[in-house]
DNA sequence: ATTATCTATAGATCTATAGATAATGC
DNA sequence: ATTATCTATAGATCTATAGATAATGC
């Protein structure tokens, strides 16, 4: 009965934690009761809540390693010279770590108003993010890749590039929805990168304009409909 | 007892539109039951639901009021030159709409879930909204005042739009929570306007980037913190 | 001894309906 | 007669705890 993990034997908490990231990624975190968690890995109410004081501090958890997760893809290199493949990559991280926690954007709104410890920790989370954001434009500008521009104009451009990234999964769901098909999968999830490259491609140097309109194409969506 | 509304006495499904959809704003539909909306009507919950099925029904029917109001704000005008001062006021309007309907944002896809009426016609509702924004931007090329495009580009430019719009209020909500003072205002709100200019400006003619600089700056928002 | 787990349940909602009563429109 | 409203309530959850029991670690 017990769920392993790398050759150790997971504590129950930590069952409990995965247990419910998955019901919260699948069914949406309004529709996951704290009995839910519990009858789906044959436990008792009650020793869930030995384990947790409620399903609030079971999310504020989640919410530390997706946390942990995203600064770790955001830790840049040296003082090497960031190159527009970097940048794919970058995305290419995030986008991975918004696939694995997809549920808490979904609800991020609701989760917060309950509970003060997550939205002090978000809060930093972003502009945490945003200032990564700021700081690969920055020595994309640097290595040449990118125009110069104003500090002023960066911040913006970060903050459109955040807003595309975080709510692209919620526009896949409501454009999508309808569908005979409306299950939205990791790779349909990292089109929305394509929205990145053609927010930044006013920005490119001459130069490297061929090479991202080539990486742009490799992301092109699936057309709708 | 009975609310009057523009010199005519309010039908009680009205009624119940209208302080649903102010009880839905106030505090999120999640946090919203149909008891409290019959009490906050000083009405039996057996009243409310001779008039509606369910939350689900009320919520369609302020859906289609929304959709009606931005459809309406939408509409262009004959074949004249479009000006950036159009463009803006476009925005004005739909920020307009946002924000009396604000709370539809936020549990969008949990609401989309429950209605496949909502479903379907949300999903037409965006691709609209889309195609309006596309059309609004290519009138802006034909009037010169945005520079030749492809049709590609201004598809994803419409959509990067369209993500900073409906998104905006979210991205304020959550960067601002935990501050003192966490209320926002429909002025608030308007300054996504600053964002959609800064997703434009690379591709405004020369002979206007002076004044959409100059209207940018009209929206620039208070700075964070 | 301490930690983990289960059983059982109180208390708080919420949804939705049945059935009675009041108000309204010809 | 028809429409609108209220009272009362069944049935379904869900949260969170108390108290008993089992398992584990020295």
Chains 1, 2 share one sequence.
Request: glycine content about 4%.
């Amino acid at each position: 009965m017990s769920v392993r993990f790398k050759w150790v034997v997971m504590k129950t908490k930590d069952k409990i934690i995965l247990a419910s990231l998955d019901l919260f990624n699948e069914k949406g975190e309004r529709n996951v009761t704290t009995n839910h968690i519990a009858a789906h890995l044959n436990m008792s109410p009650g020793n869930l809540y030995y384990h947790f004081r409620n399903k609030t501090d079971i999310i504020y958890e989640i919410f530390l390693q997706y946390e942990m997760l995203v600064d770790h893809y955001l830790r840049l290199p040296s003082n090497s010279d960031l190159t527009i493949e970097h940048m794919v990559f970058y995305l290419e991280s995030v986008f991975d770590g918004l696939w694995s926690y997809r549920f808490f954007h979904r609800d991020l709104e609701y989760l917060l108003d309950c509970d003060q410890r997550l939205r002090r920790d978000y809060r930093e989370f972003t502009m945490r993010c945003m200032q990564s954001i700021v700081t690969i434009l920055k020595r994309l500008q640097k290595s040449g890749v990118i125009v110069p521009m104003e500090d002023d104009f960066v911040s913006a451009m970060a903050l459109n590039v955040w807003l595309a990234i975080t709510n692209w999964m919620a526009f896949l769901k409501t454009a999508h929805a309808g569908e005979e098909n409306n299950v939205i999968t990791k790779d349909m999830l990292k089109s929305g990168i394509y929205q990145v490259i053609i927010l930044e491609l006013p920005y490119i140097a001459e130069g490297h304009k061929d090479k991202v309109l080539t990486l742009k194409e490799k992301y092109r969506p699936q057309p709708f409909v």
